[in-house]
């Protein structure tokens, strides 16, 4: 099931991922409709707890509904205190990505083999500010990694350009790692993330807050 999984994702690479967090809750089946008529291939779903980060988002429950409603691989940004309490119920929500914050757990290696129990892609994410070193000795035991290029916890924050140096030190030293870029992503640092060797494009405000998903996925699409 996780080489499935891990497959499926490296299939749609280089991707366009939506994340949800500024999208019109009320009309949640709406939004996903527009999004797979724009050609979506992947969602980006954040899990905020109010701890870890100031802000609340949402849980399990979004995560299931989404599930029922579309096969697109569902990578979940868990932005959360407590990681490991969680990882199963979001299996069980039918998350195909989990990926948990470095900064949040003192046994990263643990929490990626749980994820891996479930056969889910397991994700480190790792903030501007934290150390690249925070990561040492579990790049190897994961299938990805997300960089932050915003600290985490809020959509519509600035694009940070040291992201561009982690993500090339990650591809130059890891060939095979499932690259992520998450916050400020746009058309004008989508393709400077693309040449550093992303895979992963997740973007919030460049989707949401536009008129048309279709135009402006496609012209993110164009300079990937
Ligand atoms: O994880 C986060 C924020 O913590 C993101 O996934 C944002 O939701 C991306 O939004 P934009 O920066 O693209 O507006
Ligand atoms: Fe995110």
Known sequence: ???QRLDRIRNITPAVLPSLLQ??????RGELERLT????????LDVMDGHFVPNLSYGMPIVAGLRRWTDMPLDVHLMISDPAAYIDAFA?????????HIEAVENPLAIIDQ?????IVAGVAINPDTPMDRLDGCVEATDAVLVMSVKAGFGGQAFRPEAIERLKSLREAYPDLLLEVDG???????????????????????IFGQSDYQTAVSRLRDLL
């Open 92 to 100: 069980d929500a039918g998350a195909d990505m989990l990926t948990f």
């Open 37 to 44: 008529k724009a050609g979506v291939e992947g969602l980006h």
């Open 115 to 119: 994820i891996h129990r479930h056969g």
């Open 184 to 206: 400020g992503i746009k058309e004008e640092t989508i393709g400077d993330c693309r040449q550093a060797g992303c895979d992963l494009f997740v973007v919030g405000s460049a």
């Open 1 to 3: 099931m996780l080489q």
């Open 23 to 28: 999208c019109d809750f009320g009309d949640l």
